[in-house]
Nanobody, 125 residues
Framework: QVQLVETGGGLVQAGDSLRLSCAASGRAFSTYAMGWFRQAPGKEREFVSAIVWSSGSTYYADYVKGRFTVSRDNAKNTVYLQMNSLIPEDTAVYYC??????????????????WGQGTQVTVSS
């Protein structure tokens, strides 16, 4: 089993920044990518960003491009999501996830194998 723990959520004002962290632990595994998704009340879970572990290639949803940055620390098995210029529409529970295999779209939640418990991000106007 792989355990993922997200930290860094909170309540901020529009225009502020937050950095989310996701630490992976458990049995040794080969990770293809780690992703960030979010889910707002009454809405479906949506893709935010992903990073391919070996190459460091990054991917973003259009609605966060230019504001969010994903990065990784291989030694710590940790992925980060730096969120700048936050807007109220970014309010959601943010989840990190592990994708073990390089098949299927990085943006597709069902392709991810392990998920964290989520961390709440609330942006007030």
């Amino acid at each position: 089993q792989v355990q993922l723990v997200e930290t860094g959520g909170g309540l901020v004002q529009a225009g502020d920044s937050l950095r989310l962290s996701c630490a992976a632990s458990g049995r040794a595994f080969s990770t293809y990518a780690m992703g960030w998704f979010r889910q707002a009340p009454g809405k479906e879970r949506e893709f935010v960003s992903a990073i391919v572990w070996s190459s460091g290639s990054t991917y973003y949803a259009d609605y966060v491009k230019g504001r969010f940055t994903v990065s990784r620390d291989n030694a710590k098995n940790t992925v980060y999501l730096q969120m700048n210029s936050l807007i109220p529409e970014d309010t959601a529970v943010y989840y990190c996830a592990v994708k073990l295999l390089p098949f299927g779209m990085l943006t597709a939640a069902p392709r991810y194998n392990y998920w964290g418990q989520g961390t709440q991000v609330t942006v007030s106007s």
